[in-house]
């Protein structure tokens, strides 16, 4: 469901405000198609440079000095080795904006988030090369006293967490996951066992990037080892490797040296802490200059300054792509993921990679073995610089890589051959990330792919199960199972796992196959939002209720009801969907000058449920774009831009028409019922809302669409609908 917010207009200084900009994202990082070209000051196509301490320092000067890479960094560090020692090593910007303090790749410290998992990797590879844990092992054989449902007849093993194949139902980090109490304490142990999720499905059937694994990989190294997991890791890893400013832990120094995080406008975060303490899966603090230690190390077959810290045997096997959908799009190894596709090229089996994404904070470090060279990049904002970066140095010094791939002649599959392959996907992670997909009858091997960020675009077919954007030369690739599900990787939204197909809609007995709202209403069904069983009565003329609708839209967006008791003395403290009104107040979707009063069980209006929508699009989108939507009928005030924003982006039913003279009747006074409802959540998941802003963007001056204006004030609407 599309309810994200990547822009750079709204300014987020809470932890709340912050983590709810990440939850409503869809996407790791902004999956725009220009995230795979390169400044051209940078890179000049087929030249090849020889990797040098001159050439080095050279590329990162003019690549950090673009215009491109400037907007999408504060602060960064960056090292890159070969050779056995340090090429470059360089602070680009500021670790803090307002003292204008530089960024030290030596003593300047960044949460290098998801990156932990390669060192969390890299500890439990220690332990099985001394015979102390078996990768084929079920993981309960090491950690004891967690109970979770498998109904199939595989055990979840070592090596299922290390791949990312676990089969689990998704368990990211949770809003109180993050926050500000730093003398709050809570185990490994005691997290697992409060948020251990159920297996469901085979492990080792699908790829879906997995946090809560890493946990209990963790967890696996404490028990194993009989050393808590931060001493473990300063002892046996970080020691031995110089690594000095490392940590798991945010205390001591580390506070001093973290660089100040930072969102899309520049603005500063509040200092945060995370829980479980430590986290093994994205809790760790580095410096530049102590990830160089350790690939130098990783890339000299384990052995550092004359002591070896792996067995050259698992260095090899840590740089071995376990699963893949393709050859083309390796999945994991023991401890990396696969790099970013290029062009043509799809993504390289000989380099090995991991990124991270915290509030505020984005890394990417990138091995190429047989090179003997390694890269590590950190900044203190979320965002695209790495996706900038790689295909920049890449091209620079070592095209080989980016070289676009010679297909044997195909003879593409028909169009009745492809069907098999239409439908809704959803992302295994991500649930709000849905593609759409449908042949298109034109031309055999040529799908037809859709997302609310890129639009629709074709793929064509180039081996079986493997087509290319014709786009952007990116690869899709499809896994078909025995059972018949069928998974999709595909380059843009999440690289990082796969989007499974949703299954075939029954229908309800109340809603015929050619109804105008069948296709939004049996889509949902499909991707598991209703019950998908026929019998059933959908009753599409009821209308919904406040308490309803906000708890529809944050369910579809994947969000989970808010853990705060609401005050006592509101009107929804005791409703059933009390949790997700609360969490309405905390996201800013719900507001008023009466935060006692929402009326949860009084029918909501058409106009009342879009200003709510409103209210977290309008954090990405300019409301100056859709001003010149003339509204027909009655539209109170308050409402008129929230309006006029959901007609310019199609989220609304067919009831929404357009009049002879060009203007739009909403119907916005008129209750919501819930077949509307229905076409309302289904456009937010397909509609190209953000091709369609793109679009309205370049026919507008620049200066109708500052980055700087912020939603204007208007307090003269109901209370739970008051834009802010």
């Known amino acids: 469901m599309h309810l994200s917010n990547r822009s750079t207009r709204f300014r987020l200084t809470s932890i709340t405000g912050a983590f709810m900009a990440l939850v409503l994202s869809l996407s790791l990082w902004a999956p725009a198609v220009q995230a795979e070209t390169t400044p051209a000051a940078v890179n000049e196509k087929g030249k090849v440079t020889a990797l040098t301490t001159e050439s080095a320092a050279a590329f990162l000067d003019t690549f950090f000095d673009s215009a491109e890479a400037k907007a999408q960094y504060v602060g960064a560090s960056v090292v890159v080795v070969k050779d056995g020692k340090v090429v470059a090593e360089k602070g680009y910007g500021y670790s803090d904006l307002e003292s204008k303090e530089p960024v030290d790749p030596k003593n300047t410290t960044f949460r290098i988030a998801s990156v932990s998992k390669t060192f969390t990797s890299a500890a439990v590879m220690q332990l099985v090369e001394q015979g102390k844990v078996d990768l084929k092992a079920d993981f309960q054989t090491y950690v004891k006293g967690l109970e979770f449902d498998n109904p199939f007849d595989k055990p979840v093993t070592v090596e299922n967490l290390l791949t990312h194949t676990t089969g689990f139902e998704i368990r990211d980090p949770q809003q109180e996951d993050i926050h500000d109490d730093f003398d709050k304490s809570v185990s490994m142990e005691d997290y697992a066992k409060l948020h251990m999720p159920p297996v469901v499905r085979e492990p080792g059937s699908a790829y879906m990037y997995d946090n809560f694994s890493f946990l209990l990989l963790g967890m696996i190294v404490e028990s194993v080892s009989g050393e808590p997991f931060e001493s473990y890791m300063q002892q046996h890893i970080f020691k031995p490797l110089g690594m000095d400013n490392s940590s798991f832990l945010l205390n001591g120094k580390f506070k001093n040296q973290l660089a100040t995080a930072y969102d899309a406008a520049h603005n500063p975060l509040d200092l945060y802490t995370l829980s479980p303490t430590p986290m093994p899966q994205g809790g760790m603090l580095s410096t530049a200059e102590d990830i160089g230690n350790f690939m130098i190390a990783f890339l000299n077959d384990g052995v550092k300054d004359n002591e070896r810290i792996w067995k050259e045997s698992t260095v090899k096997s840590m740089e071995q792509y376990r699963s893949s959908i393709h050859p083309l799009l390796p999945n994991t190894t023991y401890g990396f993921e696969a790099a970013f596709q290029l062009p043509g090229a799809g993504s390289s089996s000989k380099i090995i990679t991991k990124a991270g994404d915290l509030i505020g904070f984005s890394s990417y470090l990138f091995l190429i073995p047989e090179q003997n060279t390694g890269v590590f990049l950190t900044y203190n904002q979320t965002g695209a610089l790495r996706n900038l970066f790689y295909p920049a140095f890449i091209q620079t010094f070592f095209p080989q890589y980016a070289e676009p791939i010679k297909f044997k002649d195909y003879t593409p599959q028909t169009a009745d051959e492809l069907q098999r392959f239409a439908g809704l996907y959803a992302d295994l992670r991500l649930s709000t990330i849905v593609s759409s997909l449908k042949d298109d009858g034109k031309e055999p091997g040529q799908l037809s792919i859709s997302d609310v960020f890129l ?81 059933e009565a959908f009753q599409p003329k009821n209308a919904v209720t406040r308490a309803e609708f906000i708890e529809d839209v944050l369910k579809m967006s994947g969000l989970k009801a808010s853990k705060t008791t609401p005050p006592a003395d509101t009107d929804w403290a005791t409703h059933p969907a009390a949790g997700y009104i609360q969490l309405g107040y905390e996201s800013g979707m719900i507001a008023g000058a009466d935060e006692k009063q929402f009326k949860p069980d009084q029918v909501i209006t058409r106009q009342e449920a879009m200003v709510m929508i409103w209210r977290t699009l309008q954090l990405q989108y300019p409301n100056e774009l859709f001003e010149d939507v003339k509204l027909a009928g009655q539209t109170d005030a308050w409402a008129v831009p929230a309006i006029q924003m959901m007609v310019k982006l199609g989220i609304h039913g067919p009831e929404v028409k357009v009049l002879e003279d060009g203007s739009v009747d909403f119907l916005a006074r008129k209750p919501l019922i819930r077949q509307e409802e229905a076409a309302i959540m289904y456009q937010l998941f397909t509609q190209p809302t953000d091709k369609i802003v793109a679009d309205l963007m370049t026919k507008q001056p620049q200066s109708e669409t500052s980055s700087d204006e912020e939603p204007a004030e208007d307090t003269t609407a109901p209370a739970t609908v008051t834009p802010e």
């Open 455 to 535: 639009g629709p675009r074709t793929l064509i077919q180039v081996e079986d199960n493997l087509f290319k954007d014709e786009l952007t030369g990116q690869f899709t690739a499809f896994k078909e199972n025995a059972d018949g599900t069928i998974y999709m990787k595909e380059p843009y939204l999440n690289p990082m796992g796969y989007e499974k197909k949703g299954h075939k809609p029954q229908g309800f007995r109340d809603v015929q196959a050619n109804s105008p709202y069948a296709e939004a209403i049996y889509g949902l069904q499909s991707l598991g939002y209703y019950t998908n069983d026929a019998s």
